[in-house]
């Protein structure tokens, strides 16, 4: 008798808490509009279309890997651009005076006028090519 009397508690329970719960769901507005990609579940999407062919799936992995690189690109171009705009030193550039010119004119004659050596190349197994 007094499991019955549980029984019956928890039924009335139950029942209230339903009636609550939809009570409260009445007063609410939002009903979400949900679409169905014409796609979806139909098997008509890009990858289930590649996966019928291996050279198909090959041109798709292809494709992302190439789209990919591309962003990962951009991003390295976009984060240059905003470190260099960060740069703003811009040295000024003299020409060198006329002394220190005819210097460089003089060594650059004697080099030339030096005969260059001919440097032989060591061979892979240690010994030179006189021996």
Known sequence: DMMQDQEKAQLKKDALRQNIEEQEMKDCSF??????????GSGQGKLSEALKDPQRYKNYVQDIQKKRLEKKRQMQQETLKDELRECVFTPEVHEAPKWIQTIAESVKIMKSQIPKKTEEKPRRDGFSAEE
């Open 31 to 40: 009903k979400p509009s949900i679409t169905v990609s014409k796609h979806y």
